[in-house]
């Protein structure tokens, strides 16, 4: 079983307001809705629904990865320079 990506535990709903915006914005860019997403990447339309309205506490390593295949993007993309829990401390 994946981990959720706990250094940003701290920091969720930074991560998933940030995260939100950039698989939004991915979408917006191509042209696609959260039903192609769901199609392409496998997951569950609803926590697809949660991830772009920025709803999502949890956010496994395996829904990422989907998310990027899907998007034909890599991981990196979706998380780089996002607020690192372990950079202010427990």
Partial sequence: ????????????????????????????EKGKTI???????GLHRVVLSRVVNGR???VHLSTLQALARALDVPVGDLVDDLPDARASGP
């Fill in 35 to 41: 039903t192609w997403l769901a199609e392409q990447s």
């Fill in 1 to 28: 079983m994946l981990t959720l990506l706990s250094p940003f535990v701290a920091k969720r709903r930074q991560l998933s307001g940030t995260l939100a915006e950039r698989v939004g914005a991915l979408l917006d």
């Fill in 56 to 58: 999502t506490t949890d």
